[in-house]
């Protein structure tokens, strides 16, 4: 009999170990296929991250020690410190947009300008809102996901960048009136180096490799040097607008297409491709917590329009098409095939 119960004692833990072990491997073997797009290799311009009292780095590799919480705050954090920092180098970029602007002879060039200025930002406001959901699905697959934005106050600056164009919905330039396109510039100068400052200053917990914009700087200030003058402002101004675009592109190939992000139709955000089965096996919400994580509000209260969906596409399919036409592959956009899925 004893014999007996030592082996129903076995089989009951042999069961039990198969069925923590099977529960637990399903989201490390996502968050391993995760890990292992190219982009997170790539990811090196941040140290660690203080956050909370304790330091995180970026573990990517399937036999790290570091725990599967660990893993996902860390890819978090890291992500989110390096997203500031693109964040700076765009804020930088349109300074000497917005100071070079203004200047441009005659009212046809400062209308032009501004209305180019404005095509900017409403891209710029894509780019938050794909910078912010991305680190929402990401966080999402920790057992505690953040819940407000106390919690991680990033969010609440990326989303702030995503309603900058509707501020000007009802102010748009007058050819003809060039103090409406002054006091935009003046508006938008002044809205910018605000958020530049609250991120800096909310994110001084990220330690970067290299912790200064002097190349850029260097860069613009030789453009500057050439092409200022009234005649060639234009050309100047051209420039910083390449380089601005060239930027968003870059960093959404990246650090979207190249880390393993998708475009989910469904719930019209920026998910990890993760099967709904697994989604639901791998966390009870309503086992764990009474708490929707921010993921979930924004999914509940997502107002995305389908002229929004489409101008999101479009700029996700802009550096993936500009990508494969420098290596030579079909110019065929990949997020599309998603819209009528």
Request: glycine residues 4%.
């Amino acid at each position: 009999m004893f014999f007996l119960k030592m082996t129903d004692i076995s089989l009951l833990c042999s069961i039990i170990f198969l069925t923590l072990s099977t529960g637990t491997s399903k989201p490390k073997n996502i968050l391993d296929t995760l890990f292992s797009n190219v982009g997170w290799k790539e990811l090196n311009d941040v140290i660690n991250v203080f956050w909370m009292g304790r330091y995180y780095t970026l573990s990517i590799e399937p036999k790290s020690t570091v725990s599967f919480g660990g893993k996902i705050r860390g890819a978090t954090l890291i992500l989110g410190c390096t997203f500031a920092r693109d964040l700076k180098k765009i804020f930088l970029m349109l300074h000497y947009y917005l100071c070079y602007c203004p200047l441009s002879i005659g009212n046809t060039n400062i209308y032009n300008c501004t209305v180019e200025l404005l095509e900017i930002i409403k891209k710029l406001s894509l780019l938050a809102t794909i910078m912010k959901e991305s680190l929402m699905a990401l966080d999402d697959l920790h057992t505690k996901p953040w819940a407000d934005y106390t919690s991680y106050t990033f969010y609440y600056h990326l989303s702030l960048l995503q309603r900058i164009p509707r501020k000007f919905v009802s102010e748009r330039p007058l050819l003809n009136d060039p103090s409406t396109s002054l006091n935009i510039l003046k508006f938008i100068k002044v809205d910018f180096e605000t958020k530049e400052k609250d991120i800096t200053d909310d994110l001084k917990c990220c330690k970067y490799v290299i912790n200064n914009l002097n190349s850029i700087k260097r860069d613009l200030k030789d453009h500057i040097q050439k092409y200022s003058n009234d005649s060639n402002r234009k050309i100047f101004l051209d420039y910083v607008k390449e380089k601005l675009n060239n930027e968003m592109n870059n960093i959404v190939l990246k650090k979207y297409h190249n880390l393993g992000f998708i475009y989910n139709p469904q719930n019209k955000m920026i998910d990890v491709s993760i099967p709904d089965e697994l989604k639901t096996n791998f966390k009870n919400k309503s086992e764990k917590s009474s708490t929707l994580s921010l993921r979930d509000e924004a999914i509940k209260y997502n107002q995305k329009s389908s002229a929004e969906i489409e101008d999101l596409l479009d700029f996700l399919n802009q550096g993936l098409k500009k990508n494969n036409l420098s290596e030579g592959k079909s110019e065929e956009p990949t997020q599309k095939k998603l819209k009528s899925s």
